[in-house]
């Protein structure tokens, strides 16, 4: 059951509800758009705090504002949805969210202010589903990993100053958001970066844009295009470990092993062969037939796609 108090709006006087909290356990929270026939367009301070169950949370586009620590060092949030209605993002909301991997937001008003204030509230990897909704073009979607960085400094005693550092091309990946676009053209070229850093990060952000290619330039996609096809097991590997417990990483296990690109003969998997071969056999070995079995199937379309290649 949700806690709540009603206030009144100090600009045109209209009722609202305030969420204060959540009284019993839950894995999934959905917050509902209106209590008692008023909008829920607030979350109160500390409402969701400190809670250890907590995994997924979807907030309404009725929500205009989050107070300062809404969930803080809840540490079992992996995902939180919402739109871009959010005007007030006060301190604090998603720090110390250890587990918070995911933030999947609609964009309605051309309002990425609330994309911006998550990067700045954690130092760490979050990645975004971003859903572009627009009355003039067609709807299109957007996956983008932003990695971490470290923030750092030192006291130099003799000079007297304090030297600041940040390490990890988090910091310089965050500031391709702008209030009202995002700069994929400066996103795709910190790539180079983010390989020095190294990590699964790299492989989510070039899954991300060849998925999901918005603004993406032809010599960007080629780069990509090759970091997974150099990656190939590695990434299937860390998908199938995913796959074990979630339908949405099987879902997107199928989604790049669908990759392709133009080749010497024509259009060909990113993924090897042996690289999926591999990976069948790794899925075999720790007990997953569901997807052994997409692996079979996907390899036998790109054997098919092959041979009637040659055929011709």
């Known amino acids: ?50 809670r250890q169950d907590i995994e997924k949370v979807a907030l309404p586009s009725t929500i205009r504002t989050l107070r300062s620590y809404v969930f803080h060092n809840s540490r079992s949030l992996k995902k939180i949805s919402l739109f871009d209605s959010i005007d007030d993002y006060y301190d604090g909301v998603c720090r110390q969210c250890d587990s918070l991997e995911d933030v999947e937001i609609t964009i309605e008003r051309n309002w990425y202010e609330v994309i911006r204030n998550f990067l700045s509230d954690t130092d760490k990897a979050l990645r975004f589903q971003i859903h572009i909704s627009s009355q003039e073009k067609e709807d299109v979607e957007a996956c983008l990993s932003f990695p971490g960085y470290v923030y750092d400094f030192n006291e130099n005693t003799m000079a007297r100053t304090i030297q600041f ?40 952000i070039a899954i991300g844009r060849l998925l999901y290619p918005v603004e993406l330039e032809e010599r960007f996609k080629k780069e990509y295009e090759n970091y997974v096809s150099d990656s190939g097991f590695a990434i299937l590997k860390r998908l199938i470990d995913r796959a074990k417990d979630s339908d949405d990483a099987q879902k997107l296990l199928g989604s790049v092993l669908d990759l392709r690109r133009q080749g010497d003969f024509g259009s060909e998997s990113l993924l090897t062969f042996e690289d999926q071969d591999k990976a069948m056999e790794y899925a075999t070995s ?13 390899g036998r379309n790109d054997s098919l796609c092959q041979s009637d290649y040659l055929h011709f």
């Open 1 to 50: 059951m949700f806690l709540y108090e009603k206030e009144t709006d100090k600009k045109d006087n209209h009722e609202y509800i305030v969420i204060t909290g959540f009284e019993g356990s839950a894995k999934e929270l959905i917050i509902p758009d209106h209590i008692d026939d008023f909008p829920v367009e607030a979350i109160g301070s500390h409402a969701f705090s400190s």
């Open 165 to 204: 550092s940040i390490a990890g091309s988090g910091y310089a990946y965050r500031e391709c958001v702008d209030r009202r676009k995002i700069d994929y053209r400066q996103y795709d070229n910190l790539f180079s970066k983010a390989r020095i850093d190294g990590g699964s990060i790299c492989e989510d």
């Open 286 to 298: 720790i007990g997953n037939p569901r997807v052994t079995s997409l692996l079979m199937e996907k």
